[in-house]
Structure formats: structure tokens, C-alpha cells
């Protein structure tokens, strides 16, 4: 074990690391390459590859085509706060119908 240095760990981005599987993915660079460039082994540009891979095929996996679904908290607290718009509305024209009579109709124009 003599007197080598363990050389530090190069830390990558997130985005230094999708860009690096994008390209790859594309072919313009080789796994070789892409760690020569990022200065880590080839075997975390595998590790990155794996990760990348699962994580594509669990968030297809996971998708559904339309609009996602509303949980039962989220259609309980729309359907309040349309009653509460509703509410409030009436009581805007009640408050301009109150206004008016007060006004008399010389105050419409």
C-alpha cells in the first residue's frame, strides 16, 4: 500500500449527469469517453446509466394520459371555495341593489 494518494471523488451535478446520458444515449459520446470527460471511472457512468434507465421507465410507468385526478381533499376544498364565491357574489349585489335604493335612481347615471 505504499505511498499513493487516493485521488478525491469528483462530484457531478444533475445535470451534468443527464447530460451526459443524453448524449450517450444519442451516441455522440461513448461511456468511455463521457468518463474521461467528466473525470469519474467508468463504472459510475454505468451506475448512472442504471439510475437514469430505472428512473425513466418508473416515471413512464407511472404516467397516465389526461388530466390527473383530484384527491378527495383537493375536490372538497374546490367545490368550498366555489360555495364561497357564490356567497360572495350574492352579497356583492345585494350590497349594489342596497346602494342603489339608497342612491336613489339619479345615482345610476
Do not use: F, N
Request: glycine share 10%; proline share 2%; hydrophobic share 40%.
Amino acid at each position: 500500500m505504499g505511498s499513493q494518494e487516493r485521488k478525491s471523488k469528483t462530484l457531478l451535478t444533475a445535470e451534468q449527469k443527464y447530460d451526459l446520458w443524453v448524449r450517450m444515449l444519442a451516441g455522440q459520446v461513448t461511456q468511455a469517453q463521457a468518463a474521461a470527460e467528466a473525470g469519474v471511472d467508468r463504472s459510475v457512468i454505468s451506475g448512472l446509466r442504471a439510475v437514469a434507465r430505472d428512473g425513466a421507465i418508473a416515471a413512464l410507468g407511472s404516467s397516465r394520459p389526461g388530466r390527473p385526478r383530484r384527491s378527495r381533499a383537493e375536490a372538497t376544498e374546490a367545490a368550498a371555495l366555489r360555495a364561497e364565491v357564490e356567497r360572495l357574489g350574492r352579497t356583492v349585489v345585494e350590497q349594489a341593489v342596497e346602494l342603489a335604493v339608497l342612491r336613489g335612481k339619479t345615482g345610476w347615471g
